[in-house]
């Protein structure tokens, strides 16, 4: 049974440029969440997908949006790309009832 | 605001030498708190979920304990294998079962041979 399977692994990108992460969850889970970890830093929650629709939103700028389709998978996008956003970014997935299952993460540079 | 705070922020011990990670929140209305393990470059790894004071949770040689103010991970006579950063987490009940899970910084465990 796979888990939580993210992509790409690595990427690096230059300032003010737009990035799209992706995400397929856990077999069975029908709910996505994203957090950004920095380095030396525990996850900060951005937001949470389920049925499609953006359900709860972290303190995060506009600059990052996502979407959920219809097999569940979802996608972070973050535009304007800064150095700051330099981070891994953790996809995790659950049912409604909870337990979640994350993902090894895409570890995103800004040059 | 949900706050964590874990402490020390880093932790070396020698193979076999018990001992104990804090962790210090504040939550509106705890629905449950969590901890992973965090190997680097890699996701955290679920470990335990305590849900109520009092509770304890045993995994090998990690017990995790919560009071209304703190809970402990207990590592006895550790092994270099356990060496990686433990994370712990908060969820407030106001949203579910599925609401935001609040971190802390983590504590990183190195255990020599």
């Known amino acids: 049974d796979a888990g939580v399977t993210q992509s790409p692994t690595h990427l690096i990108k230059t300032r003010g440029q737009q990035v799209t992460l992706r995400c397929s969850p856990k077999?069975?889970?029908?709910?996505v969440s994203w957090y950004q970890q920095a380095l030396g830093q525990g996850p900060q929650f951005i937001f949470q997908?389920?049925?499609?629709?953006?359900?709860q939103r972290g303190n995060f700028p506009d600059r990052f949006s996502g979407h959920q389709f219809p097999n569940y998978s979802s996608e972070l996008n973050v535009n304007a790309l800064l150095l700051g956003d330099s981070a891994l970014y953790l996809c995790?997935?659950?049912?409604?009832?909870?337990?979640?299952?994350f993902g090894s993460g895409t570890r995103l540079t800004v040059v | 605001e949900d706050q964590v705070t874990q402490s020390p922020e880093a932790l070396r011990l020698q193979e076999g030498e018990s001992s104990s990670l804090n962790c210090s929140y504040t939550?509106?209305?705890?629905?449950?708190l969590f901890w992973y393990r965090q190997d680097p470059g890699k996701g955290p790894e679920f470990l335990f979920t305590l849900y109520s004071a009092g509770e304890e949770k045993e995994k090998e040689r990690l017990k995790a304990t919560l009071t209304k103010k703190e809970s402990f991970l207990h590592i006895t006579a550790p092994k270099p294998e356990d060496s990686a950063t433990y994370l712990c987490?908060?969820?407030?009940?106001?949203?579910?079962?599925?609401?935001?899970?609040?971190f802390g910084k983590g504590i990183t465990l190195s255990v020599r041979p």
């Open positions: 939550v509106s209305g705890l629905r449950g």
């Open positions: 077999s069975g889970h029908d709910t």
């Open positions: 995790a997935s659950s049912l409604a009832t909870g337990g979640y299952t």
């Open positions: 997908y389920y049925e499609e629709e953006e359900r």
């Open positions: 987490a908060v969820q407030a009940g106001s949203s579910g079962a599925n609401s935001k899970l609040t």
